[in-house]
T-cell receptor
């Protein structure tokens, strides 16, 4: 069965410091991995994805994530956090390239960036 | 871009009434749409997969008769919460899969906040 784990409920970081939001996954076959951000009372906004190719994926708003197959991880990173990055972040996995592939979401991690 | 809208953005209803939520893909045709439910500060729980012209596929534990899903066209799926009760209060989010991408990327709507009194 597919699963995604985000071990931290909340991550606190000072503005200007680097941030990491952790995600590990379990899926048979090749995983498709995603990061989404959600602001209060809003839907999900796509940040980045890993399908194949380079393990380091760059996405929107300066975020990037590194796919690590041996550790089954896909941690989200940003070199310098902004207060406006404060939001709820979800990691998601999808099994392969099925046309009806379902996304399985992690529990979510609240990122709090303090000035 | 690919835009998905939901209507209404919020709704308050009395217990026992039915509420319909619409999900539209505005600039692409979506043969598959998904409905999620999200409780405060929790993750998205997939409720059902909606396929145009056929019956929806519900996840385990989701009541089919309570959450009626209709995908009548390639740009519209509706979720009807029948005989709503306070425990149905939640944030409902839909997504639409856009064909033609390498993995049928899903685009999410802005969500609908349902409050049942």
């Amino acid at each position: 069965a597919q699963s995604v784990a985000q071990p931290e409920d909340q991550v606190n970081v000072a503005e200007g410091n680097p941030l990491t939001v952790k995600c590990t996954y379990s899926v048979s076959g090749n995983p498709y991995l995603f990061w989404y951000v959600q602001y209060p009372n809003r839907g999900l906004q796509f940040l980045l994805k890993y399908i194949t190719g380079d393990n380091l994926v760059k996405g929107s708003y300066g975020f990037e994530a590194e796919f690590n197959k041996s550790q089954t991880s896909f941690h989200l990173k940003k070199p310098s956090a902004l207060v406006s990055d404060s939001a709820l972040y979800f990691c998601a996995v999808r099994k392969g390239s099925s046309n009806t592939g379902k996304l399985i979401f992690g529990q979510g991690t609240t990122l709090q960036v303090k000035p | 871009g690919a835009v998905v809208s939901q209507h209404p953005s919020w709704v308050i209803c009395k217990s026992g009434t039915s509420v319909k939520i619409e999900c539209r893909s505005l600039d692409f045709q979506a043969t598959t749409m998904f409905w999620y439910r999200q409780f405060p500060k929790q993750s998205l729980m997939l409720m059902a997969t909606s396929n145009e012209g056929s019956k929806a596929t519900y996840e385990q534990g989701v009541e089919k008769d309570k959450f009626l899903i209709n995908h009548a066209s390639l740009t519209l799926s509706t979720l009807t919460v029948t005989s709503a009760h306070p425990e149905d209060s939640s944030f409902y989010i839909c997504s639409a899969a856009r064909p033609g991408t390498t993995y049928n990327e899903q685009f999410f709507g802005p969500g609908t906040r349902l409050t049942v009194l």
